[in-house]
């Protein structure tokens, strides 16, 4: 099967890359064209997977496909922005027909849960990596980008917190667990779900926004630096799963919650007026902190006494630099 053959099997035949809102154009041009509202701006995220670093290299190409996409979707959520379309840069070892299927399959899964499109891509030879890039649209100027956070303002995440660390141990097979429980940590690593609708809910009301991806506290950093401010975490109030305790235990939960990343929940700052309006709306947002002035983030207990902090989160590359 020749590089074109593959593209049409497996990428333009696939329903999410057929006609839809916002594509002029799709696949099989030199580029594609994407049609803005009037007074909306564009969203765009790029994100590289990499075999053995961001996956393990032997893993099910179905799940490959969902989570890669979603990983790409979460940031469009943390914006606010509306989900249009996204690319594929593809660079894979051999071409397995039952590979790239089962992976087609599950990047649609996730493109028509998220509303994406596939509008183009490029396909080459090499280790197995995938680099998405995602396209959104959100109203001018109504973006949850991460600088705006006043002190005053609750500290929220969208939910649970740890759930993808916690799964690791079980993608790698290195821990057992009972299947109820490990059907779900599995799930919350291989499908998360982009709080893409929470993104939009936020728009207007959070002061600052992102997804959770290296760890909660390395990403409240972002936040702080951006705004100017510090983020005070309350250990007690993070919300953790069940599942995640019938597994690891309260300390190394809140260990994952705090530092593992792979969540893919938003943490958003929130001037509170706007807490209850959300929670009677039905949104899920949970109250971890609150924002006051200075800089950094900070983890306390409930007596708003300082929590030693072990490891932030995860760098790539920090360790051999
Ligand atoms: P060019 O040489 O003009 O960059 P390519 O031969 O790389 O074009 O690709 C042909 C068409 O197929 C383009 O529209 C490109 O966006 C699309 N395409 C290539 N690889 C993929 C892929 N993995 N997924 C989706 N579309 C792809
Ligand atoms: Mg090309």
């Not at 909306?40 to 994100?47: G, H, R, V």
């Not at 303002?153 to 109820?180: I, M």
């Not at 309260?250 to 209850?276: C, I």
């Not at 709306?281 to 929590?307: H, K, S, T, Y």
Request: proline fraction near 5%; charged fraction near 15%.
């Amino acid at each position: 099967m020749g590089e074109f053959e593959l593209i049409r099997n497996y990428f333009a035949a696939a329903p999410c890359a057929q006609a839809g809102e916002g594509v002029a154009l799709g696949i099989g041009d030199d580029c594609a064209l994407l049609t803005l509202p009037p007074g909306e701006q564009l969203a765009i995220s790029t994100d590289t997977l990499v075999a053995g670093v961001h996956f393990p290299a032997v893993c099910d190409p179905f799940l490959l496909g969902q989570r890669a996409l979603a990983v790409s979707a979460s940031d469009l959520a943390a914006m606010g922005a509306t989900p249009v379309a996204f690319t594929l840069a593809l660079t894979l070892p051999e071409v397995q027909a039952d590979w790239l299927q089962a992976f087609a399959r599950g990047l649609n899964v996730m493109a028509q849960s998220c509303g994406l499109g596939l509008v183009g891509g490029d396909t080459t030879r090499g280790p197995l990596s995938l680099t998405l890039t995602v396209f959104g649209r959100v109203p001018a100027g109504q973006a949850l980008i991460r600088s705006g956070a006043q002190p005053g303002d609750l500290l929220c995440v969208g939910g649970p917190l740890g759930d993808g660390a916690g799964a690791l141990a079980l993608v790698l097979n290195e821990r057992e667990v009972e299947a109820s429980t490990a059907e779900y940590l599995l799930a919350r690593y291989w499908s998360p779900q982009p709080q893409i609708a929470l993104g939009q809910a936020l728009r207007g009301k959070a002061t600052a926004a992102l997804d959770i991806s290296d760890g909660l506290l390395a990403d409240c950093g972002h936040i702080a630096l951006a705004s100017g401010v510090r983020l005070l975490v309350e250990q007690d109030l993070l919300p953790l799963s069940e599942q995640l305790m019938r597994l690891s235990g309260l300390q190394a939960a809140q260990q994952a919650a705090l530092s593992g990343g792979d969540d893919y929940v938003l943490a958003f700052t929130l001037p509170a007026q706007h807490l209850t309006g959300l929670q009677e709306a039905g949104w899920p947002v949970q109250v971890i902190g609150r924002v006051e002035a200075g800089e950094g983030v900070a983890l306390i207990d409930a007596n708003g006494q300082d929590i030693p902090v072990l490891t932030r989160g995860y760098q790539h590359f920090r360790e051999i630099r």
